[in-house]
């Protein structure tokens, strides 16, 4: 997400925030900006672009100040702009901020500080906290960032300075990193170790809850009530490479890793405790309960309710996620959906009226087919709704609507985050749908919301033994032909699953509807040929068992992937990795990662560039 940086001591507080902004570029970033105290004034630049376009803002002012904050933005809630781009300041220039993350309730929080008279320069979230310092503000800065603190909600990592307290930065964590680095009469913060990591190695690495008053000759940690907390120092002892991928060695594996996180981001704000309301159906469903809402669809409900034909379109594992999405739009909202690899969409004259609704998934939101796909919609007079991970991205800027996910840069070539995100909001769609169209009851709605909350912990529970999964990548590595079969929503994932090996490790894999292997398939599984078999959808185990009998028949070496408490495919197959147990509609999300980890260690056991494969681009902006 977002790159921050400070600096407090006797040098200039520039040069350190620029060469640190410039260390945390690989994390991707649409703007760029610092402020500089100096001489009792706050000097501020910000720019659009890269962080060439601030430097070249700077050229021949560049302030002189020892205390200074920066900040690369990756955009959540505002589109890319000069204006956008932090630091950002409350009405007298008194408090400046820079933010990682989500403030949830910013929206409340500005209506409450407009009503009071504040005024905004932005569309972000962020400046909701500038404001609320200049309006709590009682003398004492660190004790006022606590009172913030607890009006905010959502994830952040933040560091305020102030004209009238110079001698110190205050940092707050939630959720997103922050590191304080120990220097000699300086002081440094970053919200990732390699924008330091050349300046100091002793570090204290901020936990949630956790308050840091950064002067240039002392740190004193304390919790959001202001009781000091005794904290270890942390020595860094990654090289700077190392540190980019926060001690991972590839970004790959980081970003397999960051799941939890990223759904549980893309996620906020959508699921809401909604009260009995007269007028609104969604707002009716939960009496009691939660219910799913899209702020930011701005359709009417009535143009939802009415749609009479979906089409899914994307490319690559974009368009695995679309397949995920036919199932849930069909089984919740119960509205018919074709999926189509935009290579093929934007050729074949599609059928489309103003009762279609065309939904365009791109992580890159540059992917040229899906651009032209969409564009050929437009033009044949269909609703267009974009998921995209890039806020400003082409797709995000020319779709009628759009919905982010919010799994930060991903920088791997071999998608994994936007994956599992693009499956969550795909998920979360089909249940508003199904709201608005009446096809769930309350129950199911509720039961589906507080299985789809378990998500994210339990992808941190799938990723805690990989063991397992490094022994069969080490133990067939080295095969030359993989097979991967499933049925259902198993068959969807099984094809993520072949492309994701297929692209990183380079041996050749496909993926077969378990019930298509007897139409032809079956001639190529011989003795000894790795059969990866998916068998968590247990509306079809049974069938799915029958196919795996197919395979073991013919000597294939089948691993299985099964829910928790399966004891019945371990009878029938080799080795099981086991995922947790949820709802069949949800398990995919799960079932990927182990397929994820597969992959990237049979990488791995061949000596392939996992973060870039041979032939492939990160976004296809070409046809
Ligand atoms: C995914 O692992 C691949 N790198 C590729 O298939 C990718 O999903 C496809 O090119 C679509 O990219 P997009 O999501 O940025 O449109």
Redesign the pocket.
Known sequence: MCGIVGYIGDKSAAPFLLDGLTKLEYRGYDSAGIAVYGDGNIFIEKAVGRLNALKEKLKGRMPEGVVGIGHTRWATHGRPSDRNAHPHTDCHGNFIVVHNGIIENYMALKEELLAKGHNFTSETDTEVAAHLMEDLYDGDFAGTVCKVLKRIEGSYSLVFMSKDHPEELICAKQDNPLVVGLGEGENFIASDIPAIINKTRSTYILNDGEVAIVKKDSITITDREGKPVNKKIFNVSWNAEAAEKGGYEHFMLKEIHEQPKAIRDTMRGFIKQIRPSKNNHAERIASDGSSIVFPELKWDPEFLRNIDKVYIV???????AGLVGKFYIEKLARMLVEVDL?SEFRYRDPIIDNKTLTIF???????SD?LAAMKESKRLGAKTLAI??VIGSS?AREADQVLYTIAGPEIA????K??TT?LILMFMLALYMAQLRKTVNEDRTRELISLLKKIPAQISETLTDVDPIKTFARSYGFNEHVFYIGRSLDYCVALEGA??LK?ISYIHAEAYAAGELKHGTLALIVEGVPVIALATQKSVYDKTISNIKEVKARDAVVIGIAAAGDTELEKYIDHVMYVPDTDELLIPLLTVVPLQLLAYYAAITRGCDVDKPRN?????TVE
Do not use: F, R
Not at 314 to 320: I, S
Not at 616 to 620: G, H
């Open positions: 994307a490319c690559g594992t974009a368009y695995h935009a998934i791109s992580q890159s939101g540059e992917t899906t995209t991970n797709l070539v071999a998608s994994t936007a994956y693009q492309l994701k692209e492939l681009a990160k976004s296809v």
